[in-house]
């Protein structure tokens, strides 16, 4: 496999129910990202790893809870979430360097999230 | 204030005609710039980036952007369109290398 893989594609799940997103990157790369897309707002940075180390935490709830086991994996685990969280939610990478951000992403297509 | 504007929410053009999308930027350090392509039911991909090289970049399937900072702007232009570009269009900001500030995006419909 190549690329950015998210799993699943879609989940649908009640607002009690405890599931994970998983992302794997098979680039080589050293940072990886969860963002959050909802309709009709920008991408919300959710999550960043770098070297497996959480450096951005951008308010997230405490319902969306983050795992990065490894430079190759991320998961996104959900617990208790509301209908104002369904969204797609993207996974990227990227090879970052000293300095900061490249602002070169790799994006997975995406795990289509409905809460009800 | 950093800040990325996309001018038009909804673009529409005939296949073979030309395509422009509009993008103005705020940013108080020089800035990186990108414009990110998402097809139906997928992820983002890169298009192209400006890193204060070359003012007019280049990017893959004939698209193209320059950087013209008289007028803070990074229009996306590509002189013929394929039914095949139909898609949302996101400029970005990298905001000194800490942080990317997305734009809304632009949804490209293209008509035969």
């Known amino acids: 496999e190549t690329g950015v893989t998210q799993t699943p594609r879609h989940l649908v799940m009640g607002m009690t129910n405890k599931k994970s997103l998983k992302c794997e990157q098979h680039l080589g790369h050293n940072a990886m990202y969860w963002y959050k897309q909802s309709a009709k707002k920008p991408l919300e940075l959710m999550f960043v790893y770098s070297l497996e180390e959480r450096v951005e935490n951008n308010s997230v709830p405490s319902r969306f809870s983050p795992e990065c086991p490894n430079s190759s994996h991320l998961f996104l685990h959900l617990h208790t979430l509301q209908p104002e969280d369904s969204a797609l939610y993207l996974c990227?990478?990227?090879?970052?360097?000293?300095?900061?951000?490249?602002?070169?992403?790799?994006f997975g297509e995406g795990s289509r999230l409905t809460v009800l | 204030a950093q800040s990325v504007t996309q001018l038009d929410s909804h673009v529409s053009v005939s296949e073979g005609t030309p395509v422009l999308l509009r993008c103005n930027y705020s940013?108080?350090?020089?800035?990186?710039l990108f414009w990110y392509v998402q097809h139906p039911n997928k992820g983002l991909q890169l298009l192209l980036k400006y890193t204060s090289a070359a003012t007019l970049v280049k990017g893959i399937n004939g698209f193209e952007a320059e950087f013209k900072k008289s007028e803070t702007s990074f229009h996306l232009t590509k002189p013929s369109a394929h039914m095949s570009d139909a898609a949302e269009y996101f400029c970005v900001l990298n905001q000194a290398g800490t942080a990317l500030i997305f734009g809304k995006g632009t949804t490209l419909s293209v008509s035969s």
């Open positions: 940013s108080s350090y020089s800035p990186s």
């Open positions: 990227a990478s990227s090879q970052e360097v000293a300095g900061g951000y490249t602002g070169e992403l790799f």
